[in-house]
């Protein structure tokens, strides 16, 4: 099993450390997300501070950003970082696609379909030198002059990888990705009952050879050196749950364990904006069902036992009440990555 960090500097200066840290500590990937900073610039940092780790963006938002866009800028990121580069793509939520980014919200899951063959068809096109031409509902892609063609590359197109909850982008994963990354809200119970069979149903729909797309995530990974700084990392982790919880999107992860209710409730509180009462609502049973927890000295085969057959990649990036001793952080690291 591969272990991946994700960075967390607020400052972009504070990047390349980071990542080289990460490198140090025998990390497999560093990955970067789009929450209140654009997801590749990082990657750019840690690119020139890293020299074998897997770097990702975990994830960038798809449909504000047109696929040739996304094209040039993983082709540049591919070939800085000399073909450790991973797209990681994400279809966001109706409210966010149409209010925070002001563009059109179309079905997703075809939607992502097309924009990943897209891509394909554009990388293609730089690598062979052969027409542009890619005509779908979506996205239509025709004119590609020598002096906006970058040309072929020293490197192999990166792998894209995209964020799926529901079965239909589980099935759009397994048809034409790299792999799949889990939501944080999610449960081992989910990923064997939904995730792995809408996998295995888009890789069977297209005719996909070969190994299926990689499975890549963790859930929530609840860990520190005693019982008392658990406990603090658990109430924070029940405010994200409640906060996930609250999104119908992923209501079908709450009703695969009959908390589709509190859902209801929490998404009542947070259009009154009771974010701060939400997390009460989270019982023991709930963080049980979505959150693994244990010591440093247990933490690994707890996750194991749970995941060790499901996940290909675990995202490993403890927060606790106070930083770990890198000894601890690099069993931990080793004990994931040898499955035992």
């Known amino acids: 099993?591969?272990?991946?960090?994700?960075?967390?500097?607020?400052?972009?200066?504070?990047?390349?450390?980071?990542?080289?840290?990460?490198?140090?500590?025998?990390?497999?990937?560093?990955?970067?997300?789009?929450?209140?900073?654009?997801?590749?610039?990082?990657?750019v940092l840690a690119a020139t501070s890293t020299s074998r780790v897997i770097l990702a963006t975990s994830v960038a938002i798809a449909f504000p950003r047109s696929p040739m866009v996304i094209a040039h800028t993983s082709r540049d990121l591919q070939d800085l970082s000399q073909g450790r580069f991973r797209l990681g793509l994400g279809t966001q939520v109706k409210g966010h696609i149409e209010r925070r980014f002001s563009t059109t919200w179309e079905a997703p899951g075809p939607k992502l379909r097309e924009y990943v063959q897209s891509l394909r068809h554009i990388w293609d096109c730089w690598a062979t030198g052969s027409k542009l031409d890619y005509q779908g509902k979506y996205y239509q892609f025709s004119l590609m002059t020598p002096f906006f063609n970058p040309g072929?590359?020293?490197?192999?197109?990166?792998?894209?990888?995209?964020?799926?909850?529901?079965?239909y982008n589980c099935q759009?994963?397994?048809?034409?990705?790299?792999?799949?990354?889990?939501?944080?809200l999610t449960s081992a119970e989910y990923v064997r009952n939904v995730?792995?069979?809408?996998?295995?149903?888009?890789?069977?729909?297209?005719?996909?050879?070969?190994?299926?797309?990689?499975?890549?995530?963790?859930?929530?990974?609840?860990?520190?050196?005693?019982?008392?700084?658990?406990?603090?990392?658990?109430?924070?982790?029940?405010?994200?749950?409640?906060?996930?919880?609250?999104?119908?999107?992923?209501?079908?992860?709450?009703?695969?364990?009959?908390?589709?209710?509190?859902?209801?409730?929490?998404?009542?509180?947070?259009?009154?904006?009771?974010?701060?009462?939400?997390?009460?609502?989270?019982?023991?049973?709930?963080?049980?069902?979505?959150?693994?927890?244990?010591?440093?000295?247990?933490?690994?085969?707890r996750f194991l036992e749970r995941y060790g057959d499901l996940l290909d990649d675990v995202?490993?990036?403890?927060?606790?009440?106070?930083?770990?001793?890198?000894?601890?952080l690099r069993r931990i690291i080793q004990q994931l990555q040898d499955g035992a």
Request: glycine residues 10%; aromatic residues 8%; negative net charge.
């Open 152 to 167: 072929p590359s020293r490197y192999p197109a990166p792998t894209v990888f995209t964020g799926a909850v529901n079965a």
């Open 315 to 328: 995202n490993f990036s403890p927060s606790t009440d106070g930083p770990i001793e890198e000894v601890q």
């Open 195 to 301: 995730v792995r069979p809408g996998l295995e149903k888009g890789a069977k729909k297209a005719g996909r050879d070969g190994p299926p797309a990689r499975l890549t995530g963790s859930g929530f990974i609840i860990t520190g050196p005693n019982q008392s700084s658990i406990r603090a990392a658990t109430a924070e982790v029940r405010r994200r749950i409640a906060f996930y919880a609250s999104t119908r999107t992923y209501f079908p992860v709450l009703e695969a364990h009959g908390f589709q209710e509190i859902g209801v409730q929490l998404h009542q509180m947070s259009l009154k904006g009771e974010w701060a009462e939400m997390g009460e609502l989270i019982s023991d049973e709930m963080v049980d069902a979505f959150a693994v927890i244990g010591e440093y000295d247990e933490i690994a085969g």
């Open 172 to 184: 759009v994963a397994g048809e034409v990705c790299d792999g799949l990354m889990l939501h944080s």
């Open 1 to 43: 099993m591969r272990v991946n960090y994700r960075l967390s500097s607020k400052e972009l200066s504070g990047v390349p450390g980071e990542a080289a840290w990460a490198e140090s500590m025998g990390y497999d990937g560093v990955s970067s997300s789009e929450t209140a900073h654009d997801p590749f610039l990082p990657l």
